[in-house]
């Protein structure tokens, strides 16, 4: 490593990494960016689903020349218990005229073409390079410490965009042990299948893409999610649940079993059917919400994307969170820079009051109950997934019993698995979280 000094150095080329670097580059700064995987991309795991509007406010052409896979026509949710599932689907013509809304990824190709662009910008990339640690003056992040020799590198500031794991904020004292309750383990599949096999299960045209969002008992009362998106060529198919519900599962389920549950559910197999697997990752999801958002910035330093936390675990939204708080906190900085103020602590509360004037900090202020519910009732897990099934079987079954008594029947149900006080308090409680 050279003895060179930084304006600022970006730890990690993720969607946040990359924001940060490019905002930077782009005012001129002059920016070290460094990512550990041997090409970025090359360690990083996602659904994936990409919103174009953080992206845009970045690279406005985008479309020209990134590598999407299909624009999103449908969205559907599944409840499932483990034989069927009841489903919304909303589709519209209008997410199928450009410019459009979200797109399917796959974030090896897309990170890749993402670092280019900081390239061009004028970011000095450099990959197979771990930050060890921190270099500090006191309170006062002044470089980083790389595995290679003479690995020490100096600069103004450091934006820490080093995801989920965060181990270098926490081992600068910057936030606490994560918890596992703070945090989901998800594992996915990609399932290479052709085109036109896509197209016709689907019911989509070329270039056009679907989203089932799923909850149910195939989650084993564990708080928790699946997903299934198309690609081009391929599907993403995968599940999550909270760590500590897997440490508290008494049957000891794996992830992988889940999602091997998944994949079997008499719903899903036919989509799947002589797909070929040729990935299978796990990572970790930052699902806290507000009450695990840490410090974000100090004298040296500011914390981005997973690794702050920024994860909207309810909309699925991540890496455009990731990309804002990115961007904020890049403009922060070459505005910094631009006034001649030194990077402590009082010009960097800027990069938070940005934060909290965004999406980002006010969709995470608006659910920050309800992580805290949802841990609590896992009955939203299996025992609603299941009744509500149940219901749809006896109101659509025909055979002979009246309608009313099929009412009777349904409601019946519901009183018993969870009394009328119990129905009432979980709605309202669902109501408070997402209200
Ligand atoms: C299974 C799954 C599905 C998801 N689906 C979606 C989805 O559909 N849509 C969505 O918007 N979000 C989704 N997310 C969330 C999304 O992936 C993240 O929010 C997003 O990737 C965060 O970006 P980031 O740049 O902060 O972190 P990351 O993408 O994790 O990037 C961190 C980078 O830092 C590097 N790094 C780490 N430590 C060091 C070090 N010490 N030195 C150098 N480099 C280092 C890593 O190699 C990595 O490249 C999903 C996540 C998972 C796990």
Redesign the pocket.
């Known amino acids: 490593m050279s003895n060179e000094k930084f304006d600022a150095i970006v730890?990690?080329?993720?969607?946040?990494?990359?924001a940060a670097a490019l905002t930077m580059a782009k005012a001129g700064l002059k920016v070290l960016q460094?990512?550990?995987?041997e090409y970025?991309?090359s360690?990083?795991?996602?659904?994936?689903?990409?919103?174009a509007d953080a992206l845009e406010k970045l690279i406005p052409d985008f479309r020209d020349d990134a590598p999407l896979e299909r624009h999103i026509i449908e969205q559907r949710m599944w409840v499932l218990d483990d034989n069927s599932f009841v489903g919304s689907h909303y589709r519209s013509d209008d997410y199928n005229k450009p410019p459009y809304n979200r797109y399917t990824i796959i974030?090896a190709q897309f990170?890749k073409w993402f670092s280019s662009k900081v390239r061009e910008a004028g970011a000095l990339v450099i990959c197979e390079?771990?930050?060890?640690e921190l270099l500090m003056d006191g309170d006062r992040c002044v470089g980083v410490r790389?595995d290679r020799i003479g690995g020490e590198v100096h600069a103004d500031v450091v934006v820490l965009?080093?995801?989920?794991?965060s181990?270098?904020a926490r081992k600068a004292g910057f936030h606490g042990e994560i918890q596992a309750r703070n945090v989901a383990l998800?594992?996915?599949e990609i399932l290479f299948m052709p085109e036109e096999v896509i197209q016709q299960r689907f019911n989509v045209k070329e270039e056009e893409g679907v989203v089932i969002e799923m909850v149910g008992t195939v989650t084993e009362g564990m708080v928790g999610t699946g997903?299934l998106?198309t690609n081009r060529d391929s599907l993403t198919i995968?599940v999550?649940c909270l760590l500590s519900d897997f440490k508290a599962n008494e049957k000891r389920t794996t992830p992988y079993a889940l999602l091997d549950k998944l994949k079997k559910h008499p719903s899903i197999a036919p989509m799947l059917e002589g797909g070929e697997m040729k990935e299978y990752?796990a990572?970790?999801?930052?699902e806290g919400g507000l009450r695990a958002v840490p410090q974000l910035y100090g004298n040296g330093w500011l914390i981005?994307?997973?690794?702050a936390g920024?994860?909207n675990a309810v909309h699925?939204?991540?890496?455009?969170?990731?990309m804002t708080s990115?961007r904020l906190a890049g403009e922060t900085v070459a505005a910094a820079k631009a006034a001649g103020k030194t990077m402590n602590a009082a010009t960097l509360a800027a990069y938070k009051a940005a934060l909290d004037a965004s999406f980002v900090m006010k969709d995470l202020k608006k659910y920050k109950h309800l992580p805290e519910v949802l841990e609590r009732s896992p009955h939203f897990f299996d025992t609603y997934p299941a009744l509500v099934n149940r219901a749809a079987k006896t109101y659509f079954t025909v055979d002979g019993v009246d309608k009313s008594t099929k009412q009777r029947e349904i409601l019946g149900s519901f009183k018993a698995a969870r009394r009328v006080t119990g129905l009432f308090g979980d709605a309202f409680k669902l109501w408070r979280a997402m209200r």
């Open positions: 730890v990690g080329a993720g969607p946040s990494g990359n460094i990512e550990r995987g970025p991309g360690k990083n795991v996602q659904g994936a689903i990409l919103y974030r990170d390079t771990t930050v060890e790389c965009a080093d995801g989920v794991n181990l270098l998800a594992v996915k997903f998106y995968g999550g990752a990572h970790l999801i930052p981005v994307g997973d690794s920024f994860v699925r939204e991540g890496s455009n969170l990731a990115g």
